[in-house]
Structure formats: C-alpha cells, structure tokens
C-alpha cells in the first residue's frame, strides 16, 4: 500500500506547525531516499510501526524498525530505504513551522534525530486521523491539520528516546506513572523519600531522573499539583482558605497563603473573588 498526500498551502499563514506532504506506506521496499544537503527545505519526520530498514547518518548505518524513528531539519542531507525482505510500515509527513518547538531546536543543533517511541502512546492513531482528513481535504480541516501535527510532536517529546538516550522509555513510563499517583493524592504528606519510593529508585536517582523526565523537580511539580486543586477548590465550593489549604495538602494556611500569592500575583481570598462563581 502507498497512500501519500500533498495538501495546499494553508489561508492562514500563522499555524504552528502544518504538514505539507504526507503518507503511509506499507509493503513498499522501494521507499528509499537519498536527497542532497539543502535539497528538501521542511522537515522530515518518519515512524516505523512495523518493518525493517536504514538510515545513513554521518557514515553510520543505523537500523530502523519496529518502534523507531528519525526527524531531520530543513535543508539535511538525507539517506534512508525499507528493506527489500520485509519492508516498513511507516507514517511520515514533511512539515514547516513558524516557531520554535523544543524537540526542533534540538534536531536543528544535531542535524537529525534518530529515536526509539512508545507504540502505545497514541501517535498512530494521531497519524491516522492525519491522513484521513488528507484523504477528504477541506479547507476548513486547516485548524485541525495543524492541531494534530503539534499533538504528534508534542506526544512524541514527551514519549521518545534517543537511540543512545540516558533514560530508556521504561524508566520514562514509571516515572510518569509515579506522578500521575502524586497528582492524584497531592493531599498526602510526601517526601523525596516516599516519592522515589513508587518507581523504585534512590533518593539520589529518583531526584535525577524526575528533572530529565518532568523538567522540573518532584517537589516543585507537587507544589504546582496542590495549587492546582487548591484554586479549584476556591472557585467551586464553600470552603473556607484554612480547609483548602488542608485538603489540597499544606498543613498550614499561612504558608499556603504565602506560596499562592507568590506563585498567583494575589492572595487565595481575592483568586477566588476574581474566578469564582
């Protein structure tokens, strides 16, 4: 199957990001290209979901299957084939941006981004969606064709690894797991200790490995969780801030006051005068 589209130039020339030419091949061993530096002015991104193949990347032949991928910047020289033996199923589109995005500030400095992805995160069916609308193109489908390309960037930031990456997808997996369960019971009284404690790791490694996953530390993002249930315990009930501040799990209502005014710009009484209902 080889099924590609070429969509029209958008009406409206602001969109993050938009696809230009997109497809999905599968059974195709005569996907192979070999484009010269400068050549192809868009990026290039390529997902594998099944299959066997190849990039050439600075004299290095790296194999691409199953779970793998690779992204380069405008104007890269690029080399890449399905195998003959069992060729790729592969999603792929070329795209423009207007703004920066920090998966293409990083591809731009390497001149290429060659990863492992999470199957189960949501990106084929992204894909899919992508070319059905391509399939039965309307212009007004523009908002949506730009909308999903920044879902599947966005997705695969959040759920790649670079082929010699420090932190392998599964450790990536529990440590989102572990605060997807603090965001759920940000409530409870946590500690680096009782939070390393759910993905198994050390003080130490926990720590390390929240700041390369979240971009942030794990008591910075429980600090942003209870403030989060905080504000929306002050625009949706009766409580009073002293509760509040107990429920969404600061034991005291002064220190709750002070960190909210700090992070909001305004003490919790008038956030609630200004948002409540």
Known sequence: MRNQWVLPAPSYNKYVCYPEFLGHYTNFPQHTER???GFLNSYNLHLIF??????FHEG?????GKGRGFLYPRGAYQQYG?????????RWVHFRTEISLPLLEE?????????????GAGIESLFDELCRLSADYETRSEPRFSS???EILATLLQNSEPLHGSVPLEIRHSIRSAADIIHGECEKPWTLETMARLSGYSNYHYLRLFRVVMGKTPNRYLTECRLARAKLLLVSSEQSVAQ?????GFNQSSYFIKVFKEVEGMPPNQYRRAFGS
């Open 35 to 37: 484009r010269t530096e």
């Open 50 to 55: 099944n299959g066997e193949g190849y990039v």
């Open 60 to 64: 290095e032949r790296i194999q691409m």
């Open 82 to 90: 399905s195998a003959q033996s069992e060729p790729w199923d592969v």
């Open 107 to 119: 591809v731009d400095k390497s001149r290429g981004y060659f990863f492992t992805f999470d199957l």
């Open 148 to 150: 999903l390309l920044y």
């Open 244 to 248: 509040i501040a107990l429920m969404a």
